[in-house]
């Protein structure tokens, strides 16, 4: 299943061995299409390497359904740990008796001269009839520049190398961004005794329990995870939206950032310079709390609404109340006055797609495609955040974007289909699950 020896040409290649990459083996053996999947780390790196030590899914287990590899756990409500999940995506390319080579990295891929693809890796050169880039959109850790500007001897990070709050140096931590990585690293270092100072941004936040059920099964019976993007009333806008905040932490709870304050967190508005050490924050702390809590309320709208326009049989609860109120407004901190040894930047990554030399991207740098089909003849991505619906870089989703650009493939004229062909489907390894 693993190695690092590749083929000389593939009917297709698939870029990336995470969970983008195996749905796309899965539905590939369904077609009995020859491929190979090219991994420049290890199946489940991101996983392995770029979460918290208490890191867990925000979505409930159930929702694990990469296609012919449903959750089968015990707690289907529940919230599968970063080992779990580590283990879920593991067994799952055992499973499928996945075709990949790990430790492989593409370094070129471009229009081959003969027709099809060139592809240049750590391991030789492969060519191939297409390409799926399944390497989601997540590429590089973004730090702003303006990070260089902090004085002092203060320990700069980003969320993907943070662990615990016990591999931090004593003394307060400052965490820039408060998407769901942000405001999860805060509660992990709040609960655990630290003092806490917090820059908010405009992410919006989602209840986990509301009227009797998790919120995600309200959504999933109102289809939200289904709406294609192109019926979502930002059409292609809602790709760059922050992600809602909430945890499944201990079963799952709300993350309310205004309860934080009120146990002794220290909150700022969005941070927009650094100037001579010193960190400059807007003044819409207060704003950026307002709407989070509008987005809280709005999904609890629609849920009444469903309720209600269905008969439905749900206990009543009342709608989200602050129970704090920002006071002032910090516009400058001295990190080293504040006695801040810590900051972590949770502000997100960037795509690199520099080694990708064909033109299938806007002016933005961002792939142009249809549900995945690109611009190009034989070019597919996949596993992008909206590619097709809120459920597309989700495992719940991933697998029916890979079944659709799978189809694709097989009804296009690849030179090397005759040959794959006479392969047989998918069958699972025997004793994988």
């Excluded at 709300?254 to 508005?269: C, K, P, V």
């Amino acid at each position: 299943m693993t190695g690092s020896s590749i083929p000389s040409h593939a009917s297709v290649v698939v870029i990336g061995g995470g969970q983008a990459g195996l749905a796309m083996s899965y539905q590939l053996k369904q077609s009995g299409i020859d491929h190979v999947i090219l991994e420049k780390n290890q199946i489940a790196h991101s996983w392995k390497t770029q979460r918290w030590d208490a890191f867990c899914l925000v979505t409930p287990n159930w929702q694990c359904q990469l296609p012919g590899y449903p959750y089968q756990g015990s707690d289907p409500k529940g919230f599968m740990l970063r080992d779990e999940i580590v283990g879920y995506v593991e067994g799952y390319a055992k499973h499928i008796s996945a075709p990949i080579r790990e430790g492989v990295a593409v370094t070129r891929l471009k229009q081959d001269v003969g027709g099809g693809f060139a592809l240049e890796t750590s391991a030789g050169g492969i060519t191939a009839d297409a390409v799926v880039l399944a390497v989601s959109g997540y590429h590089v850790p973004n730090v702003p520049l303006m990070s260089a500007r902090l004085d002092g001897p203060v320990t700069q990070l980003h969320s993907s190398a943070y662990r615990n709050p016990q591999s931090l140096p004593p003394g307060d931590v400052l965490v820039i961004g408060s998407g769901q990585s942000g405001c999860q690293i805060a509660e992990d270092l709040h609960l655990a005794g630290r003092k806490v100072h917090l820059a908010v941004g405009s992410a919006p936040r989602c209840p986990r329990v509301y009227r009797g059920r998790d919120a995600v099964e309200w959504l999933d019976d109102l289809g939200q995870y289904d709406l294609p993007v192109d019926q979502h009333n930002l059409k292609e806008k809602v790709r760059k939206n922050a992600n809602h905040y909430l945890t499944g932490r201990d079963g799952g709870r709300d993350i309310d950032l205004r309860r934080f304050a009120l146990e002794g967190m220290t909150l700022y508005g969005r941070l927009k310079d650094i100037q001579n050490g010193q960190l400059e924050f807007a003044g819409d702390l207060q704003n950026n709390l307002d709407n989070a809590d509008r987005v809280y309320n709005g999904i609890c709208g629609l849920i009444d609404n469903h309720i209600a326009r269905n008969s439905i049989e749900a206990p009543a609860s009342p709608h989200y109340e602050p129970v704090w109120q920002p006071t002032e407004t910090i516009a400058t901190l001295d990190p080293a006055k504040a006695g801040i040894s810590t900051v972590i930047w949770t502000t997100g990554f960037r795509s690199d797609w520099s080694w990708v030399e064909l033109p299938i991207f806007d002016g933005a740098g961002y792939p142009t495609h249809r549900r995945g089909v690109t611009s190009m003849d034989g070019v597919y991505v996949l596993g992008l955040p909206w590619l097709y619906t809120w459920g597309s870089g989700r495992f719940v989703g991933v697998g029916r974007d890979a079944e659709f650009v799978s189809k694709h493939i097989a009804a296009s004229a690849l030179p090397s289909k005759a040959a794959a062909s006479a392969q047989p489907a998918f069958q699972p390894a025997e004793n994988a699950a």
